[in-house]
């Protein structure tokens, strides 16, 4: 054997090595890319009616108004912040109940805003105030997203409705070791508790219930097989050592015959 020749079969061997590695280590398009099965031109027209309703624990602000404001003045208690006032808010207590002033005790668990509004408008309505009008805002309407994302943290959302797509927006997307076909959604209703996946690779995800996200819902983004390794040097490192030495061995046997 001639010492080009045998150079060359050493050559061949490492970029052989090389290679493997190369390819075992690389994700694949099914892996990465987000809403495979959309065709182009797709038309996806979006009917779902979601509107968050009031639960347990929410803190909630309120304002009444009418033509005679001297009469809606007592609906609109002020807490004393220095030199200016603030409305005071309400906390939905165990029972699904706000102490509102004047009407007392008013239950609001598992009503929409639109909902409350209604049915502090009819209370008020009967004796109290004519043509009020009511303003509702859920003030603790926040999402967390956690995993592999950029920006994992709990995000305080502004208006009342918010979709997971978005909510990975704000955390600033899955990173390259995110699992985008596991997400997990937890969503806490009054104590119980449950668990959705869904799939960002496929177009069905804008059909998911938990597409529509409620307020303190936790966004969970799995990390993938190669994130896992990495986190464990030993796993990583045993890995590489069984690629490389099947490789090394496949490629033994080719340069030999060769």
């Known amino acids: 054997m001639t010492g080009l020749s045998l150079l060359k079969k050493r050559t061949t061997l490492w970029m052989l090595v090389v290679i493997g590695l190369l390819v075992s280590s690389c994700a694949t398009k099914q892996d990465v890319v987000y809403f495979q099965n959309a065709k182009n031109f797709e038309t996806i027209v979006d009917t779902d009616t979601f509107t968050p309703r009031l639960k347990v624990n929410d803190i909630v602000s309120i304002y009444v108004s009418t033509f005679d404001m001297e009469a809606s003045k007592p609906f609109n208690l002020i807490k004393s912040t220095g030199s200016s006032g603030q409305l005071i808010d309400y906390l939905i207590d165990i029972d699904g109940n706000i102490d509102f002033p004047v009407l007392g005790k008013v239950k609001l668990l598992g009503l929409t805003v639109e909902e409350a509004k209604e049915l502090i408008k009819q209370k008020l309505s009967d004796g109290y105030l004519k043509d009020p009008i009511v303003n509702i805002r859920i003030l603790n309407f926040?999402?967390?997203?956690?995993?592999?994302?950029?920006?994992?943290?709990?995000?305080?959302?502004?208006?009342?409705?918010?979709?997971?797509?978005?909510?990975?927006?704000?955390?600033?997307?899955?990173?390259?070791?995110?699992?985008?076909?596991n997400i997990l959604v937890i969503r806490d209703f009054n104590g119980t508790k449950t668990y959705t996946r869904v799939d960002l690779t496929n177009k069905e995800v804008f059909n998911s219930p938990v597409y529509y996200l409620t307020q303190n819902d936790v966004v969970y983004v799995e990390p993938n097989n190669s994130a896992i390794s990495s986190a464990s040097g030993d796993t990583r490192i045993g890995t590489i050592i069984s690629i490389t030495s099947f490789i090394l061995t496949t490629a033994l046997i080719f340069v030999t015959r060769n």
């Open 142 to 181: 926040r999402i967390s997203v956690l995993g592999a994302v950029n920006n994992p943290g709990t995000y305080t959302i502004s208006g009342e409705r918010i979709t997971i797509m978005e909510a990975l927006g704000l955390a600033g997307d899955l990173n390259i070791k995110g699992r985008r076909d």
